[in-house]
């Protein structure tokens, strides 16, 4: 394995001076890992995303306050790739925290990843660094990747890969740097389909170091063969781009010659009340994780003025927004009109996704409104239109249920992708009806 490993590295490296998709690439560990290499998951090099601990090698979740940070520990996602003979080649770019929908609100001084496809536009975010060496990269390759809201679809769509998300709770988050507990999900980037499942049942099941660890059997095998399919009409009207829709559309002609079943579903609840929702949960979540970072544990008197200049400096404009945002949020006095209100909405949206259901296996939509922007347009936009551009993908977020963004074609030459949602801890059928999608090929006009 030494050799390929070597090649792999030296390609990671070609792909860096043009892309910036890595904040380390770990030749060291990755060699030593080679010696060692065994089955089941021999030769699959492994990118993860920042925010995910990996002993020895800096894990900062892309924010200069924790640079230099190494960890002493894997996350257990981690130490079970490794026991299973995968090799850890690197750490991957995403915005500071997760804070983001096109990994441009990266920290301070921290390189922009760009498009795979076209240099002058977004990989998306936050997990774009992953997204962008998964479309990259020529080697037996995955990323792990994590979603709160939409980090793992946004940027897959973006970069024209296959983003897989599953049930919260079913791959342990020991080892995540936090950006809100209840929503983060550890999830999987890919090219192919068939990639997923052998890496999903490696990293999945109960971890007694996670306190949200599901005790779910882990068996992704599912034989579902016709689908009844939902499409969110929501997803289709204004603000969605009139070629992503032509996409979808084909789509949805092609599943219904294959004999599938499509029909138009709503989620009203989640269109009103989503992003609110999710940015109030969010944002609350992340100024109470946050506020460990300080640069130093315990102090003397001057602990609040060295505590506000370090913060002050090394923190972005974004991940500021949002801790005042949140602390607000929180605040006694505001926390029953806010916070906890938010979370009743979250039930609200949870019982409308499970009634859906009842009568379908997998709601689909696109994944964003719009192709990858161009950094130019992305600077334009106000901190509420960036937000915004999460429409389609809070929803499963919120909900806690697998999903999932997969390539179905290309509008002006970029990607365009389709979420497929299913209900909780029904990733095998979610597998399964991917590689229908995928099999349908692109002849999109
Ligand atoms: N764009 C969303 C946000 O900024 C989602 C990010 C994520 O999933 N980490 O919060």
Request: with cysteine; proline share 4%; hydrophobic share 35%.
């Amino acid at each position: 394995m030494i050799r390929e490993t070597k090649k792999v590295l030296e390609e990671c490296k070609k792909i860096q001076e043009e892309y910036f998709y890595f904040t380390a690439i770990c030749e060291e560990e990755a060699l030593l890992q080679a010696e060692t290499a065994n089955d089941p998951l021999r030769g699959l090099f492994v990118s993860v995303k920042d925010c995910l601990c990996v002993k020895g090698v800096e894990s900062a979740a892309g924010s200069r306050i924790l640079k230099g940070y190494q960890p002493l520990f894997d996350a257990t996602v981690i130490k079970r790739l490794k026991d299973a003979g995968a090799i850890i080649i690197g750490k991957t770019a995403q915005d500071e925290f997760g804070f983001g929908s096109f990994n441009t609100n990266v920290g301070l001084n921290v390189p922009i990843p760009k498009n795979p496809l076209d240099r002058e536009r977004v990989t998306g975010g936050s997990s774009g660094g992953g997204a962008g060496l998964t479309r990259k990269a020529s080697f037996n390759h995955v990323a792990i990747t994590e979603s709160t809201g939409g980090s793992i679809e946004s940027p897959a769509a973006f970069c024209g890969v296959i983003g897989f998300c599953p049930t919260y709770g079913r791959v342990s988050r020991y080892g995540l740097i936090s950006y809100a507990d209840s929503l983060d999900k550890i999830g999987i980037m890919s090219k192919k389909v068939s990639e997923i499942k052998p890496v999903l049942e490696m990293i999945s099941g109960y971890d007694q170091k996670d306190a949200t660890s599901l005790r779910a059997e882990v068996d992704f095998t599912a034989k579902t063969g016709k689908f009844k399919i939902g499409i969110i009409k929501e997803s289709l009207t204004k603000g969605v781009g009139a070629e992503i829709r032509k996409k979808v559309q084909w789509c949805i002609n092609k599943l219904k010659d294959n004999g599938h079943t499509v029909e138009e579903v709503s989620l009203p609840i989640t269109f009103a009340y989503g992003i609110p929702a999710y940015y109030i949960i969010s944002t609350s979540e992340a100024s109470s994780n946050l506020a460990r970072f300080c640069g130093l544990r315990y102090g003397n008197k001057t602990f609040n003025v060295y505590f506000a200049e370090i913060r002050s400096q090394h923190f972005n404009e974004e991940s500021k927004r949002r801790i005042i945002l949140g602390t607000f949020a929180r605040m006694a006095g505001y926390r029953d009109a806010y916070y906890i209100k938010a979370t009743k909405v979250r039930t609200k949206i949870i019982q409308e996704y499970k009634q859906l259901f009842q009568k379908y296996d997998v709601l689909i939509s696109p994944t964003m409104p719009v192709v990858a922007p161009k950094f130019s347009e992305v600077k334009k936009m106000t901190p509420l239109e960036n937000y915004l551009m999460d429409i389609l993908t809070v929803g499963p977020n919120l909900a806690g249920i697998p999903h999932a963004s997969i390539p179905i074609g290309k509008v002006n030459n970029l990607p365009v992708g389709l979420m497929a949602n299913t209900d909780h801890l029904q990733e095998g059928k979610l597998l399964e009806f991917l590689q229908i999608i995928e099999d349908l090929g692109d002849d999109s006009p």
